[in-house]
T-cell receptor, first 112, second 111 residues
Framework: DVKVTQSSRYLVKRTGEKVFLECVQD?????MFWYRQDPGLGLRLIYF???????EKGDIPEGYSVSREKKERFSLILESASTNQTSMYLC???????????FGSGTRLTVV | GDSVTQMEGPVTLSEEAFLTINCTYT??????LFWYVQYPGEGLQLLLK?????DKGSNKGFEATYRKETTSFHLEKGSVQVSDSAVYFC??????????FGTGTRLQVFP
């Protein structure tokens, strides 16, 4: 089975800090995704990546950037964390264009 | 634009009760439809899917039928268990890149 691992389950950061959320998948999938999950809003796509060093904006990219230097790792970066970025962040990967997404367990980020 | 509307939760049921979670969608053409489940403390897992009108997806006793005429994909299970307590997300995809989720419905099943 594909495994998508998010490095932290819970994070607490201060306003203005630079925050890195890490995601690693172990099945050589080309596509990787970052979502945030908020009550009443469901999941919203922040960024996705088709391949190493490639990235595409999702629906809510403002305040975020991403990095994909290696195929298995997709990092979400909050350059200057703000309280409205307090949320659950979910990473997912997918093989090719027709496969199903596999999700990680999520990182619950609190910005104080 | 494309969208998915789910019934608000929480849905609270006793064990062995019948479950329906409503989902309707707005999209042009013929999207693929999905139900995902998120158990406490875990990520989302694909529960079932349907890719064309009148298809029925099924898994673990859950079923959903793709109804083009009513633009619906309601999730049903004949007899729920405590272990089914989770958040359920309906989603659609018109192309393989974009997956649009509903807001999620929390199901609580009591013994």
């Amino acid at each position: 089975d594909v495994k998508v691992t998010q490095s932290s389950r819970y994070l607490v950061k201060r306003t203005g800090e630079k925050v890195f959320l890490e995601c690693v998948q172990d099945m050589d999938h080309e596509n990787m995704f970052w979502y945030r999950q908020d009550p009443g809003l469901g999941l919203r796509l922040i960024y996705f990546s088709y391949d190493v060093k490639m990235k595409e904006k999702g629906d809510i990219p403002e305040g975020y950037s991403v990095s994909r230097e290696k195929k298995e790792r997709f990092s979400l970066i909050l350059e200057s964390a703000s309280t409205n970025q307090t949320s659950m962040y979910l990473c997912a990967s997918r093989e090719g264009s027709g496969g199903m997404r596999t999700f990680g367990s999520g990182t619950r980020l609190t910005v104080v | 634009g494309d969208s998915v509307t789910q019934m608000e939760g929480p849905v609270t049921l006793s064990e062995e009760a019948f479950l329906t979670i409503n989902c309707t969608y707005t999209a042009t053409g013929y999207p693929s439809l999905f139900w995902y489940v998120q158990y406490p403390g875990e990520g989302l897992q694909l529960l079932l899917k349907a890719t064309k009108a009148d298809d029925k997806g099924s898994n673990k006793g859950f079923e959903a039928t793709y109804r083009k005429e009513t633009t619906s994909f309601h999730l049903e299970k004949g007899s729920v268990q405590v272990s089914d307590s989770a958040v359920y997300f309906c989603a659609l995809s018109r192309n393989t890149d974009k997956l649009i989720f509903g807001t999620g419905t929390r199901l609580q099943v009591f013994p």
